[in-house]
């Protein structure tokens, strides 16, 4: 089996209250600690690459961050995927390949661009073609970002969100979607469903979401930020 079918195979039959948990590595070392802490996969954050790299999120070089997902992927054995915002642009045939070039198995594609929201058909169609160049090889998490970005309704959101899936996506993530409508969300979307988890204890727990509806959890850039802070106050007792 293959990493990307192993990375398949990790969203499906979950029981709930046992969501896939996967945390954001920002660089190698940091994959490398998350990996030997046992979890099975990973998935990068943008904007905690982008810290790392020295650059406000979404401000990232696609060259810087193709080269960090690689360097990311080389350090683990578990399966890598990649948060690449829009697609910066690219072709779907250009960013399939250089995503496999990193050695990533899935990546997380979001349905806006400059806080603006796409137009749901328009981005379907791209997505089909994404699955159409990446086959079998790519785990495709669709970001929905009504919740960001759009009027917040839910229903625009499962609307979103089934154009998505019906164009190939393995999974859709409802980004800052509030926790009183996951399980809304939930009946009304075919397939995985990623939500964001809290490092701070603040909200309800990786188990908690997925009693409510989640399938995988993730947490952005909460984790490099939270290594940032504790590095803050080592540094202060340091001076």
Known sequence: MSKADDFR???????????????????????????????????TPSAGVAACLGYADGQTPA????????????????????DVEDG???????????????????CNLEDSAGGVLKDPREH???LAQVRAEAGGLLFVNARVDVFEYGDGDPERAIERAALYVAAGADCVYPIGVPTRLLPLLRSGIQGPVNVGGQVDGEGPSPAGLGELGATRVTFGPGLQRRAAAALREISARLV
């Open 88 to 106: 910066y642009g690219l072709a779907p045939k250009e960013l399939v390949e250089r995503l496999l070039e990193t050695g990533a198995v899935g």
């Open 63 to 82: 060259d810087e961050m193709f080269a960090a997902i690689a360097r990311i992927v080389r350090a683990v054995d578990v399966p890598v995927s990649a």
């Open 124 to 126: 379907a169609e791209w």
């Open 9 to 43: 195979r990790l969203h499906h039959n979950r029981l709930p209250g046992d969501p896939l948990v996967l945390p954001g590595p920002w660089d190698a070392a940091s994959a490398r600690v998350f990996a030997e802490a046992g979890f099975p996969a990973l998935a």
